[in-house]
DNA sequence: CGAATGTGGATTGTCAACAATCAATAACGC
DNA sequence: GCGTTATTGATTGTTGACAATCCACATTCG
């Protein structure tokens, strides 16, 4: 019976996941607030389920990083602070060169392949931009980095990449940017396309850092005008504004989030391990 | 009061973390069989607890790759083929070298700091080799890599390198490794120090990349020899002998260590201190 | 005698209820 | 009035039981 070769691949996700999935797209979709919410009892009802999944689906997010969760107190959805968004731009970029090298290391035939899968996200760009639907933009954007991670063929940097790319949606939806540089996205992938065939990885890496590295900087800078106006708001209605100019130090928010040091001393685990994302927004 | 700033991070951690740090180590120790196992409900007994945190744990653990989850059938700990080894190498060169990037970058006081706790863990290495306690030095060789990643400062690329850390244990446990390559450990080791503190960049990747690569390449080796001699175990004996991997079933009951009462550290006070955590001072 | 099918055992998936813990508010004493 | 302490409310952590699912073995039919 030829035709059914590979379709026995269904397999029927658990509802951990699903629900996973679905606040993962909730989140970066933005319909949640930065700040902190998300307590299971809610999700449960919501979903008219029990709290059993949705703890599981919960847990699974805060190891991905999309959550953080204090102990007995519930999960907050994640915080970014300009340091996250270094963090999570070095992280990036580790990974998708590392990825690259992947691809152009594996051969003529690889290259060609992954070349076509990225050719086609790029020529859905132009669309979206003209439409200046920004969110479609970086849905695409996002998922032209990830289908090159996913050419490397190697799952540990998929899986890596998932939390990376669902931080960075993060960062995009909820900041707006200079519309000035999405009109070179178009342009800047096509380059990394260009220089993908070409095997040139020393330009393919330069390429991604210089891509990533003017979009992060765009972004923090974004960033910490927001949190500057954030924190007028909070200084400024009652008591005395003072200058609000004092300095580019942007923190200091409450001793709180401990995103500082590196190794927290628990519970540093790891991302997804099933599922790709995929599954459209509801 | 100063002098006890830091010492609230004490926090009582959830019994699922327990459970999930103990797990690990039991796998990174190798007392866990490499093809198949783990069913919750023994966990459970064995450790006097409902299910609910040990599912937690095992979900936890299959996130960070440990374990692979098979949909109704239960989970199952990792098994490793020369693909997956070249996988790990790959993300851990980009990850390591991005982390030695970024200690470099941060400047002199970081690479001075960096370099004394990474010295610290190789002075202790001689011992571990000229006793030839493989297991011993392979937890230091973690470590001293973990430690220099969690050097750059970088929360997301410490949290990947924890599962690739237990990921390269795992590989160091089962399969034996030639004893040439031990003595050369402190060498190299001490010479990714030195290029450190002579903030070579370029240097101290090569030392990573050659590291890593000579390692990977003596454990393929390895373990392509294994998987030949295993294979010759299944076809050469005649007919039914054991039928020992694919259903095996190793009685957990009788057949593993009984850690309810007896040697082994488990103590559930303990917050474990093998390889993840890295409690900084103490 | 071989293959398809039915049955049994076991394990995971899910659920609702109980207990422990923490944050915030209110009351109290100084 | 301010600081300290008890109460309250809510949320998570944990538990045991029930239901669905799947694999393996035994049975039956061709």
Same mark, same amino acid.
């Given at each position: 019976m030829p035709g059914l070769d590979d379709l026995a691949a269904l397999e029927e996700r658990p509802t951990a996941v699903l629900i996973a999935n679905r606040l993962r797209n909730r989140i970066i979709n933005g319909?949640?607030?930065? @700040?902190e919410q998300v307590t299971e009892a809610a999700i449960a009802a919501k979903l008219k389920v029990s709290r059993g999944p949705v703890r599981e689906a919960l847990q699974r997010l805060s190891q991905e990083g999309l959550l953080v969760g204090h102990r007995n107190r519930g999960v907050f959805v994640l915080e970014l602070t300009p340091k996250d968004v270094h963090e999570i731009y070095v992280a990036r970029r580790a990974v998708e060169t590392a990825a690259a090298s992947e691809i152009i290391g594996a051969g003529d035939k690889a290259v060609r392949q992954a070349a076509r899968k990225l050719a086609a996200l790029v020529r859905k760009l132009p669309d979206a931009v003209a439409a200046r639907d920004w969110s479609k933009v970086a849905e695409l954007d996002l998922k032209f980095h990830e289908a090159l991670v996913a050419a490397s063929g190697n799952s540990r940097l998929s899986r890596m990449f998932v939390t990376l790319a669902a931080e960075s949606r993060i960062c995009m939806v909820h900041v707006k940017i200079s519309y000035r540089r999405i009109d070179m996205l178009v342009e800047e992938h096509q380059q990394m396309i260009d220089l993908l065939v070409a095997k040139d990885a020393e330009g393919l890496h330069a390429a991604i850092v210089n891509h990533m590295e003017t979009a992060t900087a765009d972004l923090t800078e974004s960033m910490e005008e927001m949190l500057r106006l954030q924190e007028a708001d909070v200084t400024a209605p009652d008591a005395e504004a003072e200058? %609000?100019? #004092?300095? @580019?130090? #942007?923190?200091?928010?409450? @001793?709180? #989030?401990? $995103? @500082?040091? $590196? $190794? #927290? %001393?628990?519970a540093v685990s790891k991302p997804d391990a099933a599922a790709v994302p995929a599954p459209a927004s509801a």
């Open positions: 319909s949640f607030e930065l @700040g200058a %609000p100019s #004092t300095n @580019g130090q #942007t923190p200091s928010r409450d @001793g709180k #989030t401990p $995103a @500082g040091a $590196a $190794a #927290t %001393p628990d």
